[in-house]
Nanobody, 126 residues
Framework: QVHVDESGGGLAQPGGSLRLSCTSSGSIFKINTMGWYRQALGKEREVVAKMTSGGSTDYADSVRGRFTISSENAISGENAKNTVYLQMNSLRPEDTAVYYC??????????????WGQGTQVTVSS
């Protein structure tokens, strides 16, 4: 069984910062990517930032230069736990959303399975 646990959301003022954490654990054959999505009220879920097992990163245009995804170690199914962080700086009211962590995996026999966290609320307001 795979668990995805997020933490770090909360309230920030415009221009402020928050850091989110996402930890995956459990039986994973291979991790392809770990990343963050967000869903604002009344809008569709959108990708924010992703990191591959090779360490490559990608960002939505709306957050590039303000948000940084990182990991202390290379993410791998061989690790008992994998943690990625999302450092969010220069926050804007439009960053307000529920942020979800997604772990894209490849399990036995090449089966691709996505695991989502429960979401953490980020509110940017003065």
């Amino acid at each position: 069984q795979v668990h995805v646990d997020e933490s770090g959301g909360g309230l920030a003022q415009p221009g402020g910062s928050l850091r989110l954490s996402c930890t995956s654990s459990g039986s994973i054959f291979k991790i392809n990517t770990m990343g963050w999505y967000r869903q604002a009220l009344g809008k569709e879920r959108e990708v924010v930032a992703k990191m591959t097992s090779g360490g490559s990163t990608d960002y939505a245009d709306s957050v590039r230069g303000r948000f940084t995804i990182s990991s202390e170690n290379a993410i791998s199914g061989e690790n008992a736990k994998n943690t990625v962080y999302l450092q969010m700086n220069s926050l804007r009211p439009e960053d307000t959303a529920v942020y979800y962590c997604l772990v894209e995996t490849q399990q036995n026999y090449g089966v691709l399975i996505d695991y989502w966290g429960q979401g953490t609320q980020v509110t940017v307001s003065s």
